[in-house]
């Protein structure tokens, strides 16, 4: 569940806004997105993978907030944790040299 905009990470370029497919954002008077429907969002973590400065964190847990705080998410170096996991590197240190996918194609020859 989306659980921590950073307004200090955020360029206010709405992309999240657009892109989240249950419509959980809104805007506030600068631009900074509102997590303002949180229980409708759908844990699918597109806004966090298309944001350009890694602004966005979303919690595994879907059933519930799980209370984490923009301070945690940073010290635990969980901002653009998983894009990056997912190799994509648009704006980012690259991930896809990580991506294990070839070793199981190996491994079936
Ligand atoms: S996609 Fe990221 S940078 Fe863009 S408005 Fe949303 S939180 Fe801010
Ligand atoms: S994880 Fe998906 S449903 Fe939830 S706020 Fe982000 S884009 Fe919307």
Redesign the pocket.
Same mark, same amino acid.
């Given at each position: 569940? $989306?659980e921590v905009v950073s307004g200090d990470r955020c360029i206010r370029c709405d992309i999240?806004e657009r $892109?989240?497919?249950?419509?959980?954002?809104d805007r506030d008077a600068t631009g900074l997105p509102i $997590?303002a429907r949180?229980d409708?969002?759908?844990?699918?973590?597109?806004?966090?993978i298309y944001c350009p400065t890694d602004a966005?964190y979303?919690a595994e847990q879907a059933n519930g907030p799980t209370g984490m705080t923009e301070a945690e998410v940073e010290r635990r170096g969980l901002f653009g944790a998983y894009a990056r996991a997912l190799g994509w590197s648009r704006g980012r240190a690259g991930g896809t040299d990580r991506d294990p996918t070839h070793l199981l194609r190996a491994a079936q020859n």
């Open positions: 569940m $989306i999240c $892109i989240c497919p249950a419509f959980v954002f $997590i949180q409708d969002c759908q844990t699918c973590y597109l806004c966090e966005l979303v």
